[in-house]
Protein backbone atom coordinates (compact mmCIF):
# COMPACT_ATOMS: atom_id res chain seq x y z
CA UNK A 1 0.00 0.00 0.00
CA UNK A 2 2.68 2.06 -0.66
CA UNK A 3 3.35 5.70 1.28
CA UNK A 4 -0.20 6.18 1.77
CA UNK A 5 -2.26 5.05 5.19
CA UNK A 6 -5.66 5.49 6.28
CA UNK A 7 -7.29 5.78 9.74
CA UNK A 8 -9.15 4.02 11.23
CA UNK A 9 -9.33 0.70 9.48
CA UNK A 10 -13.24 0.33 10.33
CA UNK A 11 -15.03 3.13 11.29
CA UNK A 12 -18.65 2.89 12.82
CA UNK A 13 -21.44 5.40 12.25
CA UNK A 14 -24.73 6.47 13.90
CA UNK A 15 -27.81 7.95 11.74
CA UNK A 16 -27.27 11.62 11.72
CA UNK A 17 -23.55 12.06 12.61
CA UNK A 18 -20.52 13.32 10.73
CA UNK A 19 -17.51 11.07 10.33
CA UNK A 20 -13.91 11.99 8.70
CA UNK A 21 -11.72 9.72 7.36
CA UNK A 22 -7.82 10.43 7.30
CA UNK A 23 -5.82 9.91 4.07
CA UNK A 24 -1.97 10.70 5.06
CA UNK A 25 0.59 10.44 2.52
CA UNK A 26 4.53 10.63 2.47
CA UNK A 27 5.49 10.39 -1.17
CA UNK A 28 5.51 13.92 -2.13
CA UNK A 29 2.79 14.10 -4.25
CA UNK A 30 0.46 17.04 -5.75
CA UNK A 31 -2.41 15.09 -6.83
CA UNK A 32 -4.88 13.09 -4.43
CA UNK A 33 -8.24 11.48 -4.77
CA UNK A 34 -11.25 9.71 -2.78
CA UNK A 35 -13.05 6.86 -4.32
CA UNK A 36 -16.16 5.18 -2.83
CA UNK A 37 -16.13 0.89 -3.79
CA UNK A 38 -19.27 -0.71 -3.07
CA UNK A 39 -19.02 -4.59 -4.48
CA UNK A 40 -19.67 -4.92 -8.30
CA UNK A 41 -19.65 -0.99 -8.63
CA UNK A 42 -15.80 -0.79 -8.98
CA UNK A 43 -14.54 2.58 -8.14
CA UNK A 44 -16.31 6.34 -7.62
CA UNK A 45 -14.21 8.88 -7.83
CA UNK A 46 -15.79 11.65 -5.00
CA UNK A 47 -13.29 14.44 -4.73
CA UNK A 48 -9.59 14.73 -6.17
CA UNK A 49 -6.91 17.64 -5.49
CA UNK A 50 -4.06 18.76 -7.41
CA UNK A 51 -2.66 20.96 -5.56
CA UNK A 52 -2.75 22.21 -1.99
CA UNK A 53 -5.76 24.43 -1.33
CA UNK A 54 -7.34 23.11 -3.80
CA UNK A 55 -10.10 20.75 -4.77
CA UNK A 56 -12.57 19.65 -7.35
CA UNK A 57 -15.92 17.61 -6.59
CA UNK A 58 -15.77 13.88 -8.24
CA UNK A 59 -18.92 11.66 -9.97
CA UNK A 60 -20.28 11.69 -6.71
CA UNK A 61 -19.67 14.39 -4.01
CA UNK A 62 -22.93 15.02 -2.97
CA UNK A 63 -22.96 14.48 0.92
CA UNK A 64 -19.13 14.50 1.32
CA UNK A 65 -16.32 17.03 1.93
CA UNK A 66 -13.07 17.45 2.11
CA UNK A 67 -9.89 19.84 2.41
CA UNK A 68 -6.15 19.88 1.31
CA UNK A 69 -4.77 22.45 3.52
CA UNK A 70 -1.54 20.27 3.63
CA UNK A 71 0.49 18.56 0.49
CA UNK A 72 0.29 15.10 2.43
CA UNK A 73 -3.05 15.37 3.77
CA UNK A 74 -6.90 14.88 2.43
CA UNK A 75 -9.55 13.99 4.94
CA UNK A 76 -12.75 13.36 3.59
CA UNK A 77 -15.82 13.95 5.83
CA UNK A 78 -18.84 11.44 5.79
CA UNK A 79 -21.65 13.98 6.29
CA UNK A 80 -25.35 12.95 7.60
CA UNK A 81 -26.62 14.48 4.00
CA UNK A 82 -25.02 11.07 2.64
CA UNK A 83 -27.97 8.36 2.60
CA UNK A 84 -26.63 5.44 1.92
CA UNK A 85 -22.58 6.13 3.62
CA UNK A 86 -21.91 2.30 4.09
CA UNK A 87 -18.80 1.54 2.02
CA UNK A 88 -15.32 0.50 1.53
CA UNK A 89 -13.46 4.17 1.55
CA UNK A 90 -10.00 4.25 -1.12
CA UNK A 91 -7.62 7.00 -1.02
CA UNK A 92 -4.94 7.53 -3.39
CA UNK A 93 -2.51 9.83 -4.91
CA UNK A 94 0.03 10.29 -8.03
CA UNK A 95 3.16 12.46 -8.55
CA UNK A 96 0.88 14.87 -10.30
CA UNK A 97 -1.44 15.73 -13.07
CA UNK A 98 0.47 14.06 -16.51
CA UNK A 99 -1.79 11.33 -17.53
CA UNK A 100 0.58 8.51 -17.45
CA UNK A 101 1.26 8.53 -13.90
CA UNK A 102 -0.43 5.79 -12.24
CA UNK A 103 -2.01 6.19 -8.56
CA UNK A 104 -0.63 4.57 -5.50
CA UNK A 105 -3.53 3.62 -2.87
CA UNK A 106 -4.38 3.21 0.55
CA UNK A 107 -5.20 0.33 2.41
CA UNK A 108 -9.18 1.86 2.90
CA UNK A 109 -11.44 2.43 5.11
CA UNK A 110 -14.45 0.53 5.90
CA UNK A 111 -17.52 2.55 7.10
CA UNK A 112 -20.68 1.02 8.39
CA UNK A 113 -23.91 2.76 9.46
CA UNK A 114 -25.47 1.20 12.46
CA UNK B 1 -15.28 10.91 -23.45
CA UNK B 2 -13.64 7.91 -22.50
CA UNK B 3 -14.81 4.07 -20.91
CA UNK B 4 -13.65 0.88 -19.84
CA UNK B 5 -15.72 -2.35 -19.95
CA UNK B 6 -14.68 -5.54 -18.13
CA UNK B 7 -16.86 -8.00 -19.85
CA UNK B 8 -16.33 -10.71 -16.90
CA UNK B 9 -17.90 -10.60 -13.71
CA UNK B 10 -15.03 -13.83 -12.72
CA UNK B 11 -12.96 -15.69 -14.21
CA UNK B 12 -11.50 -19.31 -13.13
CA UNK B 13 -8.48 -20.82 -13.92
CA UNK B 14 -6.63 -23.99 -12.59
CA UNK B 15 -3.20 -23.51 -11.17
CA UNK B 16 -0.41 -23.35 -13.51
CA UNK B 17 -2.97 -22.74 -16.79
CA UNK B 18 -2.15 -19.71 -18.44
CA UNK B 19 -5.10 -16.51 -17.57
CA UNK B 20 -6.51 -13.93 -19.50
CA UNK B 21 -8.57 -10.87 -17.59
CA UNK B 22 -10.09 -8.91 -20.42
CA UNK B 23 -10.64 -5.51 -20.69
CA UNK B 24 -11.71 -3.00 -23.90
CA UNK B 25 -11.64 0.70 -23.49
CA UNK B 26 -12.97 3.56 -25.99
CA UNK B 27 -11.53 7.08 -25.74
CA UNK B 28 -11.65 10.20 -28.33
CA UNK B 29 -7.91 10.43 -28.37
CA UNK B 30 -5.19 7.79 -27.66
CA UNK B 31 -5.45 5.79 -24.45
CA UNK B 32 -3.11 5.52 -21.57
CA UNK B 33 -4.03 1.87 -19.72
CA UNK B 34 -3.47 0.67 -16.49
CA UNK B 35 -4.10 -2.50 -14.39
CA UNK B 36 -4.72 -2.69 -10.89
CA UNK B 37 -5.26 -5.69 -8.04
CA UNK B 38 -6.50 -5.87 -5.18
CA UNK B 39 -6.45 -8.66 -2.46
CA UNK B 40 -9.30 -8.58 0.07
CA UNK B 41 -9.84 -5.55 2.37
CA UNK B 42 -6.98 -4.33 1.07
CA UNK B 43 -5.94 -0.97 -1.19
CA UNK B 44 -5.49 -1.38 -5.02
CA UNK B 45 -2.07 -2.03 -6.24
CA UNK B 46 -0.31 -1.20 -9.52
CA UNK B 47 0.52 -4.28 -11.73
CA UNK B 48 1.68 -2.03 -14.95
CA UNK B 49 0.77 0.53 -17.99
CA UNK B 50 0.60 0.95 -21.50
CA UNK B 51 1.65 4.34 -22.22
CA UNK B 52 3.71 3.74 -25.74
CA UNK B 53 5.84 1.49 -27.82
CA UNK B 54 6.05 -1.80 -27.27
CA UNK B 55 2.23 -3.33 -27.66
CA UNK B 56 3.08 -5.93 -24.84
CA UNK B 57 4.02 -4.49 -21.31
CA UNK B 58 5.54 -6.49 -18.86
CA UNK B 59 4.59 -5.86 -15.03
CA UNK B 60 4.75 -7.46 -11.86
CA UNK B 61 4.10 -10.99 -10.09
CA UNK B 62 5.06 -12.13 -14.04
CA UNK B 63 1.92 -10.30 -15.20
CA UNK B 64 1.67 -9.14 -18.74
CA UNK B 65 -0.63 -7.55 -21.13
CA UNK B 66 -1.14 -6.46 -24.56
CA UNK B 67 -2.78 -3.50 -25.68
CA UNK B 68 -3.81 -4.10 -29.55
CA UNK B 69 -5.36 -1.00 -31.38
CA UNK B 70 -7.79 -2.47 -33.97
CA UNK B 71 -9.82 -4.05 -30.90
CA UNK B 72 -9.44 -1.35 -28.34
CA UNK B 73 -8.07 -3.89 -25.65
CA UNK B 74 -5.99 -4.48 -22.79
CA UNK B 75 -5.73 -7.94 -21.67
CA UNK B 76 -4.16 -9.14 -18.72
CA UNK B 77 -2.31 -12.55 -18.83
CA UNK B 78 -0.05 -14.64 -16.98
CA UNK B 79 1.59 -17.75 -18.68
CA UNK B 80 0.91 -19.75 -15.47
CA UNK B 81 -1.37 -19.24 -12.85
CA UNK B 82 -0.99 -19.58 -9.00
CA UNK B 83 -3.51 -19.49 -6.20
CA UNK B 84 -2.09 -16.44 -4.43
CA UNK B 85 -3.08 -14.69 -7.74
CA UNK B 86 -6.73 -14.60 -6.78
CA UNK B 87 -7.79 -11.50 -6.09
CA UNK B 88 -9.80 -8.47 -8.19
CA UNK B 89 -8.30 -6.75 -10.99
CA UNK B 90 -9.23 -3.92 -12.38
CA UNK B 91 -8.34 -1.92 -15.51
CA UNK B 92 -8.04 1.81 -16.16
CA UNK B 93 -8.30 4.15 -18.74
CA UNK B 94 -7.12 7.82 -19.55
CA UNK B 95 -7.64 9.63 -22.70
CA UNK B 96 -4.21 11.25 -24.38
CA UNK B 97 -6.46 14.34 -24.78
CA UNK B 98 -8.85 14.70 -21.58
CA UNK B 99 -8.54 14.55 -17.92
CA UNK B 100 -5.57 13.00 -15.66
CA UNK B 101 -8.68 11.42 -13.76
CA UNK B 102 -8.66 7.80 -15.19
CA UNK B 103 -11.76 6.01 -15.26
CA UNK B 104 -12.20 2.64 -13.82
CA UNK B 105 -13.83 -0.43 -15.08
CA UNK B 106 -16.09 -2.58 -12.46
CA UNK B 107 -13.28 -5.02 -11.84
CA UNK B 108 -13.21 -8.95 -12.67
CA UNK B 109 -12.91 -11.61 -9.74
CA UNK B 110 -10.02 -13.71 -10.00
CA UNK B 111 -10.41 -17.13 -8.64
CA UNK B 112 -7.18 -19.86 -9.18
CA UNK B 113 -7.93 -23.47 -8.28
CA UNK B 114 -5.52 -25.80 -6.69
Known amino acids: DGGITQSPKYLFRKEGQNVTLSCEQNLNHDAMYWYRQDPGQGLRLIYYSQIVNDFQKGDIAEGYSVSREKKESFPLTVTSAQKNPTAFYLCASSIGTNNVYEQFFGPGTRLTVL | AQSVAQPEDQVNVAEGNPLTVKCTYS??????LFWYVQYPNRGLQFLLK??????LVKGSYGFEAEFNKSQTSFHLKKPSALVSDSALYFCAVRDTGGSYIPTFGRGTSLIVHP
Open chain 2, 27 to 32: VSGNPY
Open chain 2, 50 to 55: YITGDN
